[in-house]
């Protein structure tokens, strides 16, 4: 069992940045593929990035890439996003997911499916304003 927190939502101009943190309890954190997604009124959950058990491997959402980092510390329990250049599309509650893997499967047709993680936080609202 999991539980992930997240933390470090809040209002934004854009073009500003943001860094959301999930930390994540438990002692087998190195053995979990991390993810954000993100979720508007209305729309479905939205797939954002993920990231491999030791960091080395990332996907991300074509829509963030280039301004959006993922990176975790598994010393720390702990996956973060840095948001640079907010756009007030990035508007959302964001969520930290988790699934326990043996394996990298940097499949992105399979990552961005909310039925491949175990383990989902209660979210942080981001709001960007223009």
Do not use: H
């Amino acid at each position: 069992q999991v539980q992930l927190v997240e933390s470090g939502g809040g209002l934004v101009q854009a073009g500003g940045s943001l860094r959301l943190s999930c930390a994540a309890s438990g002692r087998t954190f190195s053995s979990y593929v991390m993810a954000w997604f993100r979720q508007t009124p209305g729309k479905e959950r939205e797939f954002v990035v993920g990231i491999s058990q030791s960091g080395g491997g990332t996907v991300y959402a074509d829509s963030v890439k280039g301004r959006f980092t993922i990176s975790r510390d598994n010393a720390k329990n702990t996956v973060y996003l840095q948001m640079n250049s907010l756009k007030p599309e990035d508007t959302a509650v964001y969520y930290c997911a988790a699934k326990r893997s043996a394996i990298w499967n940097s499949n992105k047709a399979i990552m961005i499916k909310e039925g491949f993680y175990d383990y989902w936080g209660q979210g942080t609202q981001v709001t960007v304003s223009s």
